[in-house]
């Protein structure tokens, strides 16, 4: 593939034929990045297993992965899930369309890859207009991992997707920024009681006032069943340094250190000070929406001066901060064989 095409689309009033350019895209086995209220994702025709498998060649993705199929609405998720018990009813009622991915037991239809020789599905209806009206434009479910190249930062914009998949895909809907900027929370609905299987912006407490006691699993196995947990995820170039309960102090001498083996980044909500043309800085407000939204592109925006190291400065691990932690963790945990970045 030589080219990548960019449609410009308005987030609220999408242009119905650039929206059934893109769709045809689907329909005929192509690959669709679009955005959602989450972050931009890669999509394919979920009943296509020849178009499900280019997912994981432009991304370069693990073949045990599994993927989110999302739906418009619940015709579609009928076609993808084999039943639908009276908990993921309420769940539905109440979290649809929004950054909720429930894993459910997979229906004979859906594309053997998506659940990556699993006998569940990972599925929700994103709140986009532009992802609604694509799905419902193509009129079949969409499998649709964040478009970015395996392992790196999820994009929340169009240029992030073309930095990682430009050439390698057909087409991407430009409509502006992400609205939230982290990934979905997954919910396993297949044991009870029902498990979080990756945090996100629906807490664990808002899920239990409807779903009845929910827990929260790292167990491996239980993984598996979920897309962004296993694998490298969401991590930078460099060398992602995570500061948890650090002073200003504590940030700076951490940022000195590392600048004497060269170039450094930091992100986060102190503002420090260091005269060196080595050291770039993003100063983020102290909250989980602005970290949220911002953290993916900040590191991005660092990652092009090619620093030793990224230092970022932690939040409150509660609530939403919860998600963008385990995040940060994720990405801090990771270190590619011999990598001095």
Request: charged residues 25%; negative net charge; glycine residues 8%.
């Amino acid at each position: 593939m030589d080219e990548t095409i960019t449609l410009k689309v308005d987030p609220d009033e999408p242009d119905p034929e650039l929206i059934e350019r893109a769709a045809q895209v689907i329909r005929d086995g192509g690959l669709v990045a679009f955005p959602t209220e989450t972050v931009y994702g890669l999509g394919a025709d979920a009943m296509n297993e020849r178009a499900v498998r280019r997912i994981f060649e432009a991304k370069g993705r693990p073949a045990d992965n599994p993927l989110i199929v999302h739906v418009a609405d619940r015709e579609m998720l009928s076609t993808v899930a084999a039943q639908i018990s009276s908990r993921a009813e309420r769940l539905i009622q109440h979290f649809w369309p929004g950054p909720l991915t429930l894993v459910l037991k997979r229906g004979p239809e859906v594309a053997l890859s998506v659940s990556a020789g699993l006998e569940t599905v990972a599925v929700r209806m994103p709140r986009s207009k532009v992802a609604l009206q694509l799905l419902e434009s193509a009129g079949r479910p969409i499998a649709a991992p964040s478009a970015n190249a395996s392992g790196r930062l999820s994009p929340t914009s169009a240029q992030h997707v073309l930095e990682d998949l430009g050439g390698k895909i057909d087409i991407v809907l430009d409509a502006g920024p992400a609205n939230i900027g982290i990934e979905s929370t997954v919910l396993d609905l297949t044991s009870d009681p029902p498990v979080i299987l990756r945090p996100g912006w629906i807490t664990k407490e808002a899920l239990s006032e409807i779903a009845g006691p929910v827990d929260r699993t790292r167990s491996e196995d239980r993984l598996r069943s979920s897309p962004g947990t296993r694998h490298r995820h969401y991590s930078p170039l460099a060398r992602l340094v995570l500061a948890e309960g650090a002073t200003g102090s504590d940030l700076q001498r951490i940022c000195q250190e590392l600048l004497t083996q060269g170039p450094v980044g930091f992100v986060g909500h102190t503002d420090i000070v260091i005269d060196d043309p080595g050291f770039r800085k993003v100063i983020l407000e102290n909250s989980p929406e602005q970290y949220a939204r911002s953290i993916y592109g900040a590191m991005r925006f660092l990652d092009e001066c090619e620093p030793v190291a990224i230092v970022v400065e932690g939040i409150a691990d509660r609530g939403q901060g919860e998600a963008v932690m385990d995040r940060l963790r994720r990405a801090a945990s990771w270190r590619e064989p011999g990598q001095h970045r």
